[in-house]
């Protein structure tokens, strides 16, 4: 079965950077392509950032394109969001993802999720 697990998440000033982390376990990032999701309060969850199970496609929502960069280490089996110029809109809980075959931004295309990050920014 496999297993997400997100860590990094915290308390930022606007324009800090911040780098979220997902461990996955019972499987292999590198056959799945891997994402971030997030979801603010009262809203519906939203596309983040997608990584193809090979690594060769990335995509990114247009509020974050610029800003955000989504990586993986297939040999740790972690995916990573470096998140740059951080902004109070990015307020958030951050889930990982994972789906196997190719990236769907729909969240209910996803097969697998973590329990979330909180990512509060301030300022």
């Known amino acids: 079965q496999v297993q997400l697990a997100e860590s990094g998440g915290g308390l930022a000033q606007a324009g800090d950077s911040l780098r979220l982390s997902c461990a996955i376990s019972?499987?292999?990032?590198?056959?799945?392509?891997m994402g971030w999701f997030r979801q603010a309060p009262g809203m519906e969850r939203e596309f983040v950032a997608f990584i193809s199970y090979n690594g060769a496609v990335t995509r990114y929502a247009d509020s974050v394109k610029g800003r955000f960069t989504i990586s993986r280490d297939d040999v740790k089996d972690i995916v990573y969001l470096q998140m740059n110029d951080l902004a109070s809109e990015d307020t958030a809980l951050y889930f990982c993802a994972a789906r196997q075959g190719f990236i769907r931004e729909d969240p209910t295309a996803q097969h697998y999720w973590g329990r979330g990050t909180q990512v509060t920014v301030s300022g």
């Open positions: 019972g499987g292999a990032v590198s056959n799945h392509a």
